[in-house]
């Protein structure tokens, strides 16, 4: 069940995760279920012990998964995934934003986030494993971000 699980959060992609690997998000379910019987219902049907086994098993079976993929680049890409890069020399990779689910709404969301206006002010920017936005400014950028303060000034005087 923990390996079934783990793939269809891989495949649900980066977006969906909120910030949590797809291990993460195992855990905390898992974890919840095993637990939450035994300290929910008094007169649970699940045995004690049997919960603290299945604990056990879970973070055994998670310190597993992270040795195997500290060790092993294609297990860490088959189960984490790997960074995808979104804006190349300003401009966005829109093969790479659809790959990854990512709508130009989503982008210049994240782009805020960042405080960068425009994706010409970048030079790379990655979605990384996480779903956080990664962003290189271009050498550029100050002077475009500049440029666009002292124009907006002359337009309110």
């Known amino acids: ?87 190349k020399n300003g401009k966005a990779i829109v093969k790479n934003m659809d790959y990854e689910d990512v709508s130009w709404e989503d982008l210049y969301e994240m782009l805020a986030e960042k405080g960068v206006e425009s994706p010409k002010q970048v030079k790379e920017a990655y979605l990384e494993r996480s779903g956080e936005l990664s962003v290189i400014l271009s050498p550029i950028a100050p002077k475009y971000m500049a440029r666009r303060l002292i124009t907006r000034k002359k337009r309110v005087i």
């Open 1 to 87: 069940m923990y390996i079934f699980t783990v793939i269809v959060l891989r495949f649900a992609g980066k977006r969906r995760l909120a910030h949590l690997s797809p291990a993460d998000l195992i855990i905390i379910i898992a974890l919840g279920s095993a637990v939450g019987d035994v300290l929910i219902y008094p007169q649970s049907t699940t045995q004690l012990e049997l919960a603290m086994l299945a604990v056990a098993t879970i973070v055994i079976l998670q310190v597993a998964m992270s040795k195997i993929t500290e060790k092993s680049p294609i297990a860490s890409y088959l189960i984490e995934g790997r960074r995808t890069i979104l804006i």
